[in-house]
């Protein structure tokens, strides 16, 4: 298990001092017991200095990649409640987040959630630290704000409008009230600017940041439907360009391979579902059948070379995929992206053609996405209406962007930008563990919450509306 670094704030040792807890400081020194020392424990003094300052940085940083692909995250759990993956899982906590059903005491869901905020309180402890003591080189306090900025950016895309962002002030955390996720994509847009105004030397560490920052941003902007402004931002972006998550057999899995081809579970999602295929998913994109080069799945076949391997419920057929290995990078931001944000702004402008440039321009030359390099692929027509432009966009950016965390927030706007309902984006249907789909199209903020002051007993979600 990794140790977690923690800055205890000076208000809760005063709260402990005031609670009598710490007057055994006033016994016997010599007291072996009390000349113990706790190597976990960080007081804030120790932080207060650039060797500390940095150290928190690390610590948001870390952090960080547990929002993408070093931890279970909604980067899987959004492509579950979205159609990339389906569950393979024992556990109900998937099983009702793919069914469409999830509860706000979702364990896993609030744990994705704690982690978000964790990275923001981090960053902020990470920004005073470094700005004090460590104001040089300016790119290490970009990276902090660029981190602050995607769990920011990455909350709006996924949860439920009602989102609370505390903030430290001095010594004290201060909670939050729900905000709606256009509020919460500003907040994030912030960050992002922030990170972009420090990240102007031009040794490649810097460029790396500030471009990530600024795709980041434009995706942000897409969020609140500024379109044709974030494919400005990011148009001289090239597409070699990433900034990317690593990892390693010491320092943690990319959880996407862990999850699914490892663990099972998870399955690679598909328009037909249940072990006979009988199933079918209505608006879910074939991820299985289509056998599309950008995303090779197979089935599991045991050592005998004839029986196709269960998944950890020992039911569901197990589909899995050779984009992600054990130690796979992963791009948090890349130009790929980019080109993706100036081709929506070309189907927003009614330019099918221009839009088509850019999509079969990647078709012919295919960026590599994960461990895999797709071949040249056939160019597709122009579509001729504007709603077979949409889909035909939407089903190449998820084949492009397949568990990178986008694709629940594409469905979110096809119904909040694109004039789309329910019932003809989400996965609809029989649900081949039984019973059908339910209605959410995002994930609650979790019940945890209500233990902030600024939450009603209601919940924090103003509403479950895309």
Known sequence: MRREMTAWSRAGMRALAAAGLLAVAACDLTDSLLEAKDPDLINPEDVQNAEGAVALANGALEFFRDLTAGDESTWLFGGLLADEWSTSSTFV????????????????????????????????????????????????????????????????????????LSRIEGDDVIPGVPLPVDSVFRRAIASFDSAIALATATDSATVTIRRGALVSKARAMVGIDQVAQAAALVDSIPLSFAYNHTFAVTSGDNIIWNQAASSRRYTVGDSLEGNSRSDTVRNAIPFFTAQDPRLPVVYTIAANGRDTVKSQDGQTNSRTTTLYGRTTSIAVANGLDARLIVAEARLRAMDFAGMMTILNGLRAAPPRLGEVQPPVMAALPVPTTYDAAINLFFREKAFWTFSRGQRLGDLRRLIRQYGRTEDNTFPVGRHFKGGTYGDDVNLPVPQAEENNPNVPATGACINRNA
């Not at 704690?114 to 990470?126: K, Q, S, T």
């Not at 990276?143 to 990455?154: I, L, P, S, T």
């Open 93 to 164: 906590q998937n099983d009702e987040t793919d069914q469409r059903k999830v509860q706000t005491n979702n364990s896993i869901v609030t744990g994705m959630f704690r982690d978000m905020g964790r990275v923001r309180l981090a960053a902020d402890l990470a920004i005073r630290g470094l700005k004090q003591y460590r104001p040089e080189p300016a790119r290490t306090i970009a990276d902090v704000y660029f981190a602050r900025g995607f769990a920011e950016m990455q909350m709006a895309q996924d949860f439920c409008n009602g989102i609370p």
